[in-house]
């Protein structure tokens, strides 16, 4: 889990709206601070920030409205131009290209799924999704192809030629999420994509979206304003507030060790149960092995109806099913009452 | 994005307090200028004639350099706008053909008919089906009507003849409109050097551009087809523009992570996506284009527009509102039309099985081809088929002559006192208060009344464009204007606000109205002139009635909207606090719906303006006149000169009021 090929790096990228704001920060070295930037009158949409997103992985960007993760995520895809920083798609710097550079790398790498779905309303849902491949200049035959085996893949055969608006809301965002895939993206951006949804019918869409990763394993990039959503679905999290990336860890990082007062706020009501993995209270397996299995990745609170039948020890198992370690029925106990 | 631009714009404090004890400093001093002025400073109240701005010459001098000298080297300026006017004529002639002469060989009275026009019941047919396909059987039988109306009363020859000119004038307007839209919305730069150009280009009467496009582009109907572009393509930039930056900021990121190119974005994504706001600007098109035909039939249009024309010239009333009628059915078929398909979203087409095939693919199209054929083969043996029968046209034309000399027989001394009564006891002090202020104070206090509702910028802008006024020589002629525009508006106003305070909150009333107002706004201004004259022959009454009329609709429109849009919980909270009925509309409605009021009065300015120029015909003294006189002897500066004083006084009043309406918002805390 060490070393992984990181696919999107982004350092010291910062986001300043307002006139000559390139100009102000270079005149404060490159990093001003809030007070400086309101006093100018300009906003700090997106301050400092770094991160890496490793290949096969979602990585959540969590905060609240106005802490700047929209514009984020369209400085990591380019739609909006960062005012200083650099941005690395597999060590390219996407800042260095030009513009026709970058609708190759986006018309063949770049897939995001939006919040209001943009659907174009003129077209099909056969139409939307082939619509991609369309630009890029693909013949009718073999995109309609594609296009029916993705609208499969994302549950929606037999809609092909109905229009958007005859659509709810979740079958528009299916549509949305399949068209984002029609191009097979390495990178795939999803801002917000369940926001705009009524909760069951985005808890049905959480889940269909692991189903869909746990099959396609594309590289995510996550943006939602839902702190349970982020625990759900992120291997790792990056938490915003005014622009800036307060903490980015392992949802357990995060519920364990929150880093500020401000990201406590967030985990405090979070079962520590449902966030920490097998493998964070596992001990070292000694003596005898345990029959009952878990696996490492399972969290305490889908582990714990497995002692109900008594045992006292399960077997931690990593994906290969060698055994890593043990959970004992006491630590998971003691979790559990922490709440 | 959406989240990270919440920072508060923070309201002004509005300088209320000096702003009452400024108003009286300023008013004291007007009125002492005015009073005694008149001894002391003759020059505040007639412009010196040794500075005044030799306008007319430049701008005649300019037009003459552009006919006898501009040129790009290869070919003159001439040669360029007259190739445009050739270029126009050649879909020109076929539609002409096809609707009215049908194909000639040959010149003059000597021409041979080749291929004869299409036949009225083809017409009628095709339009049905438009009509049919757009908007179902209700549409398709309205739509069927109007044209059948046209041929019944004789006008199908010079309604065909108007629609020729319409066919070819919208699609251009369409197509120019929209590329300079979204020139405009890629460039900012282009946007900001066209708004000015279209705000001129809509506040300047018709008939000052007239004369130059005569020269330009020749005598006759592809002048009149500029024209109307000209006219028509201003609203179209506009909402091009405003419906494309409406298009969601997600469907513009779409087009750019899909990696849309620019030509990709701009007609695969943006276009379509604003396809159905686009569409109320070709419904404006089509509504603004028949009602510059009409006018344009003074430089050579013919059709409809001439038949008024020519009958109000021999105060033939039955024959002029003959046409008008006809105008009236033409203009409800087209935009009928244009906004049946406007509404119309794609039909879901799921569930059936996909045929292919011309039959199926096409069935309307077919449909018209048959119908086509089948009529003209018939109309070789049958000429009743060919055109409609003479013998049994209906003409009205007597009945409405009639019908006038019995109004006037009985009731010539009603009218003629209530056209007196309102002459002497409001309208001529009016006008007599208005010639006798001085230029200079009046300017001051536009400029000051700017300042105080915008700051500087507005003041300077206001205190400009009238100085610029009275130093071009217009200010008697632009004080007859104000004096006709504002008796106008005024009588506007004190009709539509009580109509609109009446029926804003009775539904089906409402919609009533709100039929009626649609079809008097459809009308082409040309039409109003009509029964005005018929009652009160000419003046300035019958004018400023025929302003009236055209303007009314604007000010029931906007003070509707005004009330409906007022918070219903605002009116609740009123009730639970125990108002009256009047205090909830004096205190409460009204006050709140005072922004879109003021907005209802822009518009009802505008419209007055407009149709002030047009009432030059019933012997008006204002600019319009002078407008109408330059059009008449060719004199392009004269027109321009005197047709930008009127565009002046139009912009003067939107800023001003805009200005006003946003300040009322602000201080309503509705912005």
């Known amino acids: ?339 | 994005m959406a989240d990270t631009h919440n920072s508060a714009v923070p309201v002004q404090p509005s300088p209320r307090v000096n702003g009452v004890a400024a108003w009286a400093l300023v008013l004291c001093v007007f009125a002492l200028l005015w009073l005694a002025g008149s001894s002391v400073a003759d020059w505040a109240f007639d412009y010196p004639k040794a500075f005044m701005i030799p306008a007319k010459r430049w701008i005649g001098d300019g037009m003459k350099w552009l006919l006898n000298e501009a040129s790009f080297g290869l070919f003159t300026f001439l040669d360029l706008t007259r190739f445009i006017a050739a270029v126009i004529d050649i879909p020109y002639r076929t539609a002409l053909s096809l609707l009215s002469t049908g194909f000639l060989q040959g010149q003059g009275s000597s021409a041979i008919q080749i291929v004869p026009p299409l036949p009225w019941i083809a017409v009628i047919g095709i339009v049905s089906l438009i009509g049919y396909h757009a908007g179902g059987r209700k549409l398709a039988v309205l739509v069927g009507a109007c044209f059948t109306f046209l041929a019944v009363f004789g006008q199908w020859h010079s309604a065909m003849v108007t629609l020729a000119s319409i066919i070819v004038a919208v699609p251009m307007g369409v197509m120019f409109g929209l590329l300079l839209g979204i020139m405009a919305f890629r460039w900012p730069a282009f946007e900001r050097a066209i708004i000015p150009v279209l705000d001129l280009m809509q506040t300047i009467p018709v008939f000052a551009y007239l004369v130059p496009i005569l020269f330009l582009f020749g005598f006759g109907p592809t002048a009149a087809v500029v024209a109307t572009l000209i006219y028509a393509l201003p609203p179209m930039t506009r909402v091009t523009i405003l419906s494309l930056r409406k298009v969601p900021s997600e469907i513009v990121d779409l087009g750019n992570m899909i990696g849309c190119n620019r030509r990709q974005m701009t007609w695969r994504v943006m276009v379509p996506s604003a396809k159905d706001s686009l569409m109320v600007g070709v419904n404006q098109v089509i509504m603004l284009s028949l009602n510059m035909v009409i006018i344009a039939s003074m430089i050579g249009a013919g059709g409809l527009g001439f038949d008024v024309l020519s009958a109000l010239r021999r105060l033939n009333i039955g024959a002029g509102l003959e046409a008008g009628l006809a105008i009236v059915a033409l203009a409800i078929a087209l935009d009928r039309l244009s906004q049946a398909y406007a509404n119309r979203a794609a039909q879901p087409h799921h569930g059936e099985q996909v045929k292919t095939g011309f039959i199926y693919r096409h069935p309307y199209t077919l449909a018209a081809i048959v119908l086509v054929l089948l009529t003209m083969t018939a109309g070789v043996f049958l000429s009743g088929v060919q055109d409609y029968p003479p013998d049994a046209v209906v003409s009205t034309g007597p009945f409405w002559s009639d019908l006038v000399s019995w109004i006037n027989v009985n009731f010539y001394d009603t009218l003629e006192g209530l056209k007196n009564a309102l002459l002497l006891n409001a309208m001529i002090p009016f006008k007599r208060f208005l010639l006798g202020l001085p230029w200079l104070g009046v300017i001051g206090l536009i400029a000051f009344a700017g300042y105080s509702l915008g700051g500087l910028r507005l003041a300077a802008t206001v205190g400009t464009l009238a100085f610029l006024i009275a130093a071009t020589g217009q200010w008697e002629k632009a004080m007859i204007t104000t004096y006709l525009c504002g008796s106008a508006v005024v009588l506007a106003s004190l009709i539509g606000i009580p109509i609109a305070i009446l029926v804003a909150e009775r539904d089906r009333m409402w919609r009533v109205v709100q039929v009626i107002i649609d079809t008097l706004q459809t009308l082409p201004s040309f039409v109003y002139l009509m029964p005005a004259v018929m009652l009160f022959r000419v003046g300035d009454f019958t004018a400023m009635i025929a302003v009236v009329a055209y303007a009314v609709a604007p000010a029931i429109r906007y003070t509707v909207l005004g009330l409906q849009n007022v918070d219903p919980r605002l009116i609740e909270a009123g009730k639970t606090m125990g108002c009256t009925p009047w205090q909830l509309l004096t205190r409460i409605r009204l006050k709140l719906a005072m922004p879109e009021i003021m907005l209802g009065l822009n518009q009802t300015i505008m419209f007055a303006l407009s149709m002030l120029v047009i009432t030059a015909l019933v012997g008006t003294r204002d600019l319009g006149q002078e407008v109408y006189i330059a059009l008449t002897k060719a004199d392009t500066g004269r027109g321009l000169v005197a047709g930008l004083a009127v565009a002046f006084i139009g912009i003067i009043a939107d800023r001003l009021i805009s200005a006003g309406a946003r300040r009322t918002r602000q201080s309503l805390g509705l912005a």
């Open chain 1, 1 to 339: 889990m060490t070393q992984q090929e990181a696919k999107l790096v982004c350092r010291n990228v910062w986001k300043i709206f307002g006139d000559d704001a390139a100009e102000f920060l270079s005149s404060h070295n490159g990093n001003p601070s809030l007070d400086n930037l309101s006093a100018a009158g300009l906003v700090g949409a997106v301050r400092d920030v770094n991160l890496q997103v490793h290949a096969g992985e979602i990585f959540v960007i969590m905060g609240l409205s106005g802490s700047g993760k929209s514009t984020l995520v369209r400085c990591l895809s380019r739609l909006i131009e960062p005012t200083a920083g650099e941005i690395l798609f597999k060590g390219e710097n996407l800042l260095a290209a030009d513009e026709k550079r970058m609708i190759e790398i986006r018309r063949h790498h770049m897939g995001m799924v939006f919040q209001h779905f943009a659907l174009l309303p003129h077209m099909t849902v056969l139409e939307n999704v082939a619509f991609p491949l369309d630009v890029q200049g693909m013949a009718r035959a073999k995109r309609e192809e594609r296009a029916r085996q993705i609208i499969d893949l994302v549950g929606l055969s037999g809609k092909e030629d109905f229009f958007p608006r005859e659509l709810s809301g979740g079958q528009q965002q299916r549509v949305g999420i399949a068209r984002s895939l029609a191009v097979e993206p390495e990178l795939w951006f999803l801002d917000e994509p369940f926001s705009a949804l009524d909760p069951l019918i985005r808890r049905e869409m959480q889940d269909e979206f692991a189903r869909l990763q746990s099959v396609l394993k594309k590289t995510i990039i996550f943006i939602t304003h839902d702190f349970d959503e982020a625990i759900r679905l992120a291997d790792r999290i990056a938490i915003m507030k005014d622009g800036a990336v307060v903490q980015a860890g392992t949802p357990e990082d995060i519920v364990l060790a929150p880093a500020t007062d401000y990201v406590a706020e967030f985990t405090r009501n979070v079962p520590k149960a449902k966030v920490v993995k097998a493998q964070a209270l596992m001990k070292p397996a000694k003596g005898r092995i345990p029959k009952a299995q878990v696996s490492a990745r399972a969290t305490i609170a889908d582990s714990a109806p497995l002692f109900r039948e008594g045992a006292a020890k399960l077997a931690v198992i990593d994906e290969d099913g060698s055994v890593i370690g043990v959970l004992e029925r006491a630590d998971v106990v003691d979790m559990m009452m922490q709440g």
